[in-house]
């Protein structure tokens, strides 16, 4: 396929687990890449939208916490889905807010971040993203390719 293949951004301010999640989605076949700055990691998604088809953040951080990173994010481009990650319990009012799109709890295995990402691309954007049906049509079409 001519497409670029779209990328998947993992945040957290713990450099460890961003590496660790996002080797573990590079072993299953999805390109990513790792930020441990939540405002490096908005800067250059936001310089290169269209690269983006998924972030996974962490919702605790210094400098911008994940429901911040959300908003931002859906600022610079609707069509980026978003998995916010937390170790804590976070309130279902402030994350429908966001329009995230899944919610993981930490820990957790990369079998079940995986299940969880090809959960979200199966599934149109929600409301509140100012997306067309055909606009979502397209989007599941464009769904970030599996590496052979």
Same mark, same amino acid.
């Given at each position: 396929?001519?497409?670029?293949?779209?990328?998947?951004?993992?945040?957290?301010?713990?450099?460890?687990?961003?590496?660790?999640?996002?080797?573990?989605?590079?072993?299953?076949?999805? #390109?990513?890449?790792?930020?441990?700055? %939540?405002?490096?990691?908005?800067?250059? !998604?936001? @310089?290169?939208?269209?690269? *983006? $088809?998924?972030?996974?953040?962490?919702?605790?951080?210094?400098?911008?916490?994940?429901?911040?990173?959300?908003?931002?994010?859906?600022?610079?481009?609707?069509?980026?889905?978003?998995?916010?990650?937390?170790?804590?319990?976070?309130?279902?009012?402030?994350?429908?807010?966001?329009? #995230?799109?899944?919610?993981?709890?930490? %820990?957790?295995?990369?079998?079940?971040? !995986?299940? @969880?990402?090809?959960?979200? *691309? $199966?599934?149109?954007?929600?409301?509140?993203?100012?997306?067309?049906?055909?606009?979502?049509?397209?989007?599941?079409?464009?769904?970030?390719?599996?590496?052979?």
């Amino acid at each position: 396929m001519n497409e670029k293949r779209k990328r998947i951004a993992v945040v957290d301010d713990e450099s460890d687990l961003a590496e660790l999640f996002s080797q573990g989605l590079k072993q299953a076949g999805f #390109k990513t890449i790792a930020f441990d700055d %939540p405002i490096a990691a908005l800067e250059h !998604i936001a @310089s290169n939208p269209q690269e *983006f $088809s998924m972030v996974i953040t962490d919702w605790k951080m210094p400098k911008m916490n994940g429901l911040e990173l959300t908003k931002q994010l859906s600022d610079v481009d609707g069509k980026i889905r978003v998995m916010l990650m937390s170790a804590y319990d976070l309130d279902q009012d402030e994350l429908r807010k966001v329009n #995230k799109n899944e919610y993981l709890k930490k %820990p957790m295995h990369i079998a079940k971040l !995986i299940e @969880s990402i090809k959960t979200v *691309f $199966s599934e149109p954007l929600q409301e509140g993203s100012e997306k067309t049906e055909k606009g979502q049509a397209e989007d599941r079409r464009k769904q970030p390719e599996v590496l052979d």
